[in-house]
Structure formats: structure tokens, C-alpha cells
């Protein structure tokens, strides 16, 4: 089946710093990616969908100067975590879809942000 | 997005069968079903989807009943490699512009006895 590699699965960084997460569809080219942050015990919020070629969009409350998104090709996007503070420390998610709206979602493994 | 509506939490044994219910009365007739489930400190992975039919894979069995406005998702003998959060989603395939959001709920979160 379709893999979503997601990288690095983990990071631990200094409150200031900026933090790169990246996204790639292994074998098929993914129209659209989308982004979501999850918390301890809670659901996945969507942050932002990111089409290929094209500037994301954000949810309601995503602030985008600081969750940069970017998705330059059919299988890689990427999400910038810019001057990380403790309150962005948090389990994000990334998803792609080959076509459109019937079509299964898949999940990169997530990466696990701990600001200090 | 219609919305789903999930128990928080269910216990069953290993080794049983399990049956998650959702129900989803706002569903419109061409909405899809989708079913995810998401383990431990991982991403959610698909499981199994549906339009009116009951559909059957090597994870699970979805039996949707004849209204739409409910669905149960059956995993057949559960281990504890099941235990997870599930996911039931409503997603339209006609919805093909290139803002299609995918929302999750809160899930149903599953323990597995053993």
C-alpha cells in the first residue's frame, strides 16, 4: 500500500529555534497533503491543507507566519515550526491523498515536538 | 463536514468480537464512511470504508445500516494489537475541489482486556 514517510519522528529544541518537519509520499504524488497537531488524549486538529503549487490554507486560529507550509512537489511538503515556543510542543501529523474525496487518507508516523 | 457522533470509550476482551458503533444522522447520499484508527504515539492508519453496502477486508467488517444514519465497525477477534482510537470520518467524493478537509472527531478509544 501507499506510504507517507514523515521525519524526524522526534525532536527536542531550544525555545526560539525553528523546527523543519518534513513529508513525503513514497509512491504516489499526493495532490494534497494536509497538517494536524495533536495534544495528549485529544483528537488530530487540522492545521492547514497544503495543495501542490500553491499557498496552504489555514485553519481558523493556525497562525501562518508561524506554521510555515510549504509543498513544492507531488510528494514532498514540509512544515516550519518558526520561533518554537513550549506551548508548540506537540504530536504533528501529516496526511496525503492521491485524487479526491472518496479516496483513503495516508498518515505519515508523526513527529513528536518538545520545545524547552 | 456532516458529523459523527462516537462513544468515548469501549472495553472488550481479547480475543471476542468487538463492535464499534457511530452514528452519523446529518449524512448526506454521497457521503462515504471511512473508518481510522490511530495506536499509540503513531499517525492514524485507514481501515476500512463504505457507501450502502456492508464491506468486509482482512482488518475489519463495516455494517451500515439501511437509513446511512448509523454504522458499526466489527473487528472480528480483537487483540491487543487492536487497542487504538477509531476514527469514524464522512467523507464526499463529489466534493473534488481541491479545499476537501478532513476532520476528525474524538474517536472511540478501545481497550482490549486480556
Known amino acids: 500500500g501507499a506510504v507517507v514517510s514523515q521525519h524526524p519522528s522526534w525532536v527536542i529544541c531550544k525555545s526560539g529555534t525553528s523546527v523543519k518537519i518534513e513529508c513525503r509520499s513514497l509512491?504516489?504524488?499526493?495532490?494534497?497533503m494536509f497538517w494536524y497537531r495533536q495534544f495528549p488524549k485529544q483528537s488530530l486538529m487540522l492545521m492547514a491543507t497544503s495543495n501542490e503549487g500553491s499557498k496552504a490554507t489555514y485553519e481558523q486560529g493556525v497562525e501562518k507566519d508561524k506554521f510555515l507550509i510549504n509543498h513544492a512537489s507531488l510528494t514532498l511538503s514540509t512544515l516550519t515550526v518558526t520561533s518554537a515556543h513550549p506551548e508548540d510542543s506537540s504530536f504533528y501529523i501529516c496526511?496525503?491523498?492521491?485524487?479526491?474525496?472518496?479516496?483513503?487518507?495516508?498518515f505519515g508516523s508523526g513527529t513528536q515536538l518538545s520545545v524547552l | 463536514d456532516a458529523k459523527t457522533t462516537q462513544p468515548n470509550s469501549m472495553e472488550s476482551n481479547e480475543e471476542e468480537p468487538v463492535h464499534l458503533p457511530c452514528n452519523h444522522s446529518t449524512i448526506s447520499g454521497t457521503d462515504y464512511i471511512h473508518w481510522y484508527r490511530q495506536l499509540p504515539s503513531q499517525g492514524p492508519e485507514y481501515v476500512i470504508h463504505g457507501l450502502t453496502s456492508n464491506v468486509n477486508n482482512r482488518m475489519a467488517s463495516l455494517a451500515i445500516a439501511e437509513d446511512r444514519k448509523s454504522s458499526t465497525l466489527i473487528l472480528h477477534r480483537a487483540t491487543l494489537r487492536d487497542a487504538a482510537v477509531y476514527y469514524c470520518i464522512l467523507r464526499d467524493p463529489l466534493y473534488m475541489n481541491r479545499d476537501d478537509k478532513i476532520i476528525f472527531g474524538k474517536g472511540t478509544r478501545l481497550h482490549i482486556l486480556p
Open positions: 496526511s496525503a491523498r492521491e485524487g479526491a474525496g472518496n479516496e483513503k487518507l495516508f
Open positions: 509512491d504516489f504524488q499526493a495532490t494534497t
